[in-house]
């Protein structure tokens, strides 16, 4: 399926003030909208991925699958700023009639939201089902049902915060240190940056996997090897792999996006925002996340007025809310077999 395009030919005011003189939207949507509209599946996307949810997030999306084209509207819409048919750095700006860059304004979560509010308001959805989200999408997810807690029903944080930590910034910023190390990323093209990028990418693998994961699926087969690991290949090959798909400018400003949430930004309180959310809420976390620790999700599920807590452990790590789709499955069914009537469970699966 190919992606849609919403624009918005309004001046789009971002949270910074700097006000975009248009925006445009990538999305996917699946399945229809039923006469109650009351099915609305509303998927928000993580770092690197893109709008076409049934491509990357098989086992938990398509045909066959919990949420299906066939019982569910499903929705995704690429995030401001990414590298998939929305608005982003190298979108042009209508000042120079050049793709922006590095003169693209910074991106907030919250910014990311309001777009996709309007695209909401675009396909004539006045509710959301569940609205459901990971790592960066989880952060979108959380402040939508912030920003419009009536409009949203059920809601599902995968290994998401409340605010990023400092150890999260800085894997960021080295990424972005390598990302700047290349003198190409200052060039004024689209091209530019590729070989930061893959480096930032093999920094961030590290935060997304874990010492299990590289130990059980990297590990030599003999003791006589030097030289060219197969970790090392591994990295390289994953690096290679992402700048055929993605810019750099994209990457730069994303990472930015997800330093700057916090939902207790001019909220008084992160456990006052948290307070504001009324749609009833799995949080789940992965025992061996480093990215997003486990505390980071407990914390939620503490805070979060009609919550349940569940968690998993896999070899993956942070990555595992991707590939972990059998036990996601589990969870989730559990949590819609459960009637919380304003308490809070707690579920457990184990992968």
Same mark, same amino acid.
């Given at each position: 399926m190919?992606?849609q395009?919403? &624009?918005?030919?309004q001046t789009f005011?971002? @949270?910074?003030g700097?006000?975009?003189?248009e925006?445009e939207?990538?999305?996917?949507?699946?399945g229809?909208?039923?006469?109650?509209k009351d099915n609305?599946?509303w998927?928000c996307?993580a770092?690197?991925?893109?709008? +076409?949810?049934?491509?990357?997030?098989?086992?938990?999306f398509?045909k @066959?699958?919990?949420f299906n084209? =066939?019982?569910h509207?499903?929705?995704?819409? /690429?995030?401001?700023g990414?590298?998939?048919?929305s608005?982003?750095?190298?979108s042009i700006n209508p000042?120079?009639?050049?793709?922006?860059?590095?003169?693209?304004?910074q991106v907030s979560v919250?910014d990311m939201?309001?777009?996709?509010?309007l695209l909401?308001?675009?396909?004539?959805?006045?509710?959301i089902?569940?609205?459901?989200?990971?790592?960066?999408g989880?952060?979108?997810?959380? @402040?939508?049902?912030?920003?419009?807690p #009536?409009?949203?029903?059920?809601? *599902?944080?995968?290994? =998401?915060?409340?605010?990023h930590?400092?150890?999260g910034i800085?894997f960021?910023?080295?990424?972005?240190?390598?990302i700047?190390?290349?003198?190409t990323?200052?060039?004024g093209?689209?091209?530019g940056?590729?070989?930061g990028?893959?480096?930032?990418?093999?920094?961030?693998?590290?935060?997304?996997?874990?010492? &299990?994961t590289?130990?059980?699926?990297?590990?030599?087969?003999? +003791?006589?090897v030097?030289?060219?690991?197969k970790a090392?290949?591994?990295?390289?090959y994953?690096? #290679?792999?992402?700048? /055929?798909?993605? /810019?750099?400018?994209?990457?730069?400003?994303?990472?930015?996006?997800m330093?700057s949430h916090?939902v207790?930004?001019?909220?008084?309180?992160?456990?006052?925002?948290?307070?504001?959310i009324?749609?009833?809420?799995?949080v789940i976390?992965?025992k061996s996340d480093?990215?997003f620790?486990?505390?980071?999700?407990?914390?939620?599920?503490?805070?979060?007025?009609k919550s349940?807590?569940?968690?998993? #452990?896999?070899?993956?790590g942070?990555?595992?809310?991707?590939?972990?789709?059998?036990a996601?499955?589990?969870? *989730?069914?559990?949590?819609? &077999?459960?009637?919380v009537?304003?308490k809070?469970?707690?579920l457990?699966q184990?992968?």
């Amino acid at each position: 399926m190919n992606t849609q395009l919403y &624009k918005y030919q309004q001046t789009f005011e971002l @949270e910074s003030g700097y006000k975009l003189p248009e925006l445009e939207l990538g999305y996917h949507t699946y399945g229809t909208l039923n006469k109650n509209k009351d099915n609305v599946v509303w998927v928000c996307h993580a770092f690197t991925a893109n709008s +076409d949810v049934l491509d990357w997030w098989k086992g938990l999306f398509g045909k @066959e699958d919990y949420f299906n084209p =066939a019982e569910h509207f499903i929705v995704c819409a /690429n995030m401001l700023g990414s590298a998939y048919g929305s608005s982003g750095p190298l979108s042009i700006n209508p000042t120079t009639g050049q793709p922006y860059y590095l003169a693209f304004p910074q991106v907030s979560v919250r910014d990311m939201v309001k777009a996709q509010q309007l695209l909401a308001k675009h396909l004539g959805v006045e509710s959301i089902h569940t609205l459901i989200g990971g790592s960066l999408g989880g952060q979108q997810a959380m @402040e939508w049902a912030i920003i419009e807690p #009536d409009f949203i029903k059920n809601l *599902i944080l995968i290994a =998401a915060n409340a605010r990023h930590s400092p150890w999260g910034i800085a894997f960021n910023e080295s990424q972005r240190l390598a990302i700047s190390a290349d003198r190409t990323f200052y060039a004024g093209s689209p091209n530019g940056g590729k070989k930061g990028l893959k480096a930032a990418r093999s920094i961030a693998l590290l935060s997304y996997r874990g010492y &299990k994961t590289y130990s059980i699926s990297q590990q030599e087969d003999n +003791d006589t090897v030097i030289d060219s690991f197969k970790a090392a290949s591994y990295q390289n090959y994953q690096g #290679d792999k992402l700048v /055929n798909r993605f /810019n750099a400018y994209s990457y730069w400003y994303l990472t930015k996006t997800m330093d700057s949430h916090n939902v207790g930004r001019n909220r008084n309180s992160i456990e006052k925002a948290l307070s504001l959310i009324k749609a009833r809420t799995l949080v789940i976390g992965i025992k061996s996340d480093v990215l997003f620790p486990i505390e980071e999700q407990q914390y939620l599920f503490r805070h979060i007025p009609k919550s349940a807590f569940a968690e998993f #452990d896999s070899y993956y790590g942070h990555d595992g809310f991707l590939i972990e789709t059998e036990a996601l499955t589990n969870i *989730i069914t559990s949590f819609f &077999k459960t009637d919380v009537k304003g308490k809070i469970i707690q579920l457990q699966q184990i992968a």
